[in-house]
DNA sequence: CCTACCGATCGGTAGG
DNA sequence: CCTACCGATCGGTAGG
């Protein structure tokens, strides 16, 4: 019973300390930026020297990399799957945009967003972590534009409305509504974006203007 | 000739010197982070001591206190002048968002806008630069519902709009037309800024899907 | 996972 | 504005 504790359901120490080290770099780099993070203060934080942290990742990038796949795990857990959660078409494009509203309100992340954050951060400088934030964003992108086709094909919004915009006028509030929220502490700010979200989509649902009429 | 150069209109070495650190401070901080900035890096950037530098400013606070402040003259002279420099009412709210897209295009500073980066860097973070851009946020904010109440009052936008409601949903898509071009290097992604402000502005004009009447 | 160490850099001070 | 320095911390390595 003492050496034989080998079941794989069991996490060993090091993997334990490995997890709880990212779960403070999450923390602390959505307060303070990933660039921000020390190894020395995160060391601090779990307990353990800063040699000991670095032993679990041997770079400050592979520790930054695999912050941010951790944060990954977290935003399709928290977002991503709850928002899919909904009927097919309209309602699951609703249901993502609700879903990050709703995980921007329950400040999943102390300092926010933390894919916000990162955009932000590494918008302008080259990198491999740019690189990620660039295929983070188009992810993100990509799955609204996805969900604005669907709906379209369904007959819930407009034919003539072009996805990429909608995408951009619906992905817009939610990242402002992160940034305000936390800037101003003030969660109820959210609320700001769910009305933004409900005006651009009804926008959308009967866009008419020019006179074109639906294509199928 | 040779000693008594202290006419006003000329600048001592002093205030240029000062002046072209604010210079490489602001260019750098709208690429890395105003947190970033570090004083032996502009000493490099302006050909001088680290000491040199620090004697300008005695603390990096202060330092980054200065650099807002010019930052803050930059965006007067490059959004908000030319902004309002339109006739009083929608065209000028029209104008400023114009201004700020424009400003984002031409690139004025390297890293995007100096302020969006400011907001993502010191939205969660306590301390006096997390204070200064609180005002700086509030003020554009309350810009923006200015124009947008004058252009209610002029009745060019319904009366049943909210201002603070629509200001965010103006807000939020020069913000986000900002980060993504920056992102991309790509400072065309910035027309879907503008559509995004023209739709907004549309469905504000004629809202009355409610079926109340204008109030005067 | 630790101690002990490397060279570099940090913000800031002393003294001129 | 400089040189010279302070203690602290950085990312990373050696060796165990």
Do not use: W
Not at 74 to 79: M, N, S, T
Not at 134 to 158: C, D, P
Not at 178 to 189: E, K, M, S, V, W
Request: with cysteine; net charge negative; proline share 5%.
């Amino acid at each position: 019973m003492d050496e034989a504790r080998n079941e794989p359901q069991r996490r060993s120490d090091g993997e334990q300390t490995h997890a709880a080290i990212l779960e403070a770099a999450m923390r602390l780099a959505s307060v303070e930026g990933l660039s921000g993070l020390t190894i020395g203060r995160l060391a601090r934080e779990v307990g353990a020297s800063r040699s000991g942290v670095f032993a679990h990742f041997r770079s400050k990038l592979r520790l930054q990399q695999e912050t941010i796949a951790a944060a990954s795990e977290i935003f399709d857990r928290e977002v991503v799957r709850p928002g899919l959660d909904a009927p097919e078409g309209l309602a699951q494009l609703e249901g993502f945009c609700e879903a990050y509203l709703s995980y921007v309100e329950r400040e999943v992340f102390p300092g926010g967003c933390f894919f916000a954050q990162l955009l932000a951060e590494f918008d302008a400088p080259d990198g491999a972590i740019h690189d990620e934030v660039v295929t983070f964003q188009q992810g993100g992108m990509a799955l609204l534009e996805g969900l604005i086709v669907t709906a379209q094909r369904r007959g819930e919004l407009a034919p003539e409305v072009d996805p990429g915009q909608l995408a951009f006028e619906l992905y817009a509030p939610l990242e402002l509504a992160n940034y305000f929220a936390t800037l101003h502490r003030d969660p109820t700010i959210v609320d700001r974006g769910r009305r933004a979200v409900r005006t651009a989509i009804a926008s959308a649902r009967l866009r008419d203007r020019t006179g074109s009429s639906p294509a199928s």
